[in-house]
């Protein structure tokens, strides 16, 4: 499961220094992997599923 979600807090708005490189480029020129909760939510909405998703935003 893929999401794709605006600019949040933790995202830089400018490129900066850091130790995580994909945290370090600016956030709106670059689509930045990274975890989400969204496939775990949706194990809650339909057991049947738990295991079988798993989630990048």
């Known amino acids: ?3 794709i979600h605006a600019v949040t807090n933790g995202q830089a ?3 900066v220094a ?3 490189l994909r945290r370090a ?3 709106f020129a670059n689509i930045i992997p990274t975890t989400t909760g969204a496939a775990r939510a949706v194990s809650l909405v339909l ?3 738990k295991g079988k ?3 990048m935003a």
């Open 1 to 3: 499961m893929s999401t």
């Open 47 to 49: 057991p049947n599923l």
């Open 25 to 27: 480029r600016t956030a």
């Open 13 to 15: 708005i400018l490129d």
């Open 53 to 55: 998703l798993d989630g």
């Open 18 to 20: 850091s130790k995580d």
